[in-house]
């Protein structure tokens, strides 16, 4: 399943089951992003909340960073950076440096 597909699945799902208040979803390219509203105020079980969404994050395999905020948790994904062969120094390199 694409980010995007899961994204839009995410919503869906989760504005079905009125466990938030509502969620918000960016998808435009290389600034996809979810932010959820909520009304709870117990610190932990925000955290576990933020847990429990970013598991299922985690198993799409995209990187994310999350942030959590009174009311609001967001969770922003990207692409790591390729690391491109003329990028890695040749031993050579090292040798001249020493």
């Known amino acids: 399943m694409t980010l995007h597909d899961l994204l839009i699945n995410f919503k869906k799902m989760y504005l079905a089951t009125q466990l938030v208040r509502n969620i918000e979803?960016?998808?435009e390219p290389e600034r996809e992003s979810v932010t959820i509203f909520h009304d709870f105020k117990?610190?932990?079980?925000i955290?576990?909340?933020v847990e429990y969404f970013s598991?299922?994050?985690?198993?799409s395999g995209t990187p994310f960073e999350t942030s959590s905020?009174?009311?609001?948790?967001e969770f922003r994904f990207?692409?790591?950076?390729?690391l491109e062969i003329s990028d890695v120094?040749?031993?050579?390199?090292?040798?001249e440096l020493e």
């Open 25 to 27: 979803i960016c998808l």
């Open 89 to 95: 120094p040749r031993i050579e390199e090292f040798e």
């Open 47 to 49: 955290s576990n909340l």
């Open 78 to 82: 990207y692409q790591e950076p390729k």
């Open 42 to 45: 117990d610190e932990k079980f």
């Open 69 to 73: 905020y009174a009311s609001m948790i």
């Open 55 to 59: 598991h299922m994050f985690r198993e």
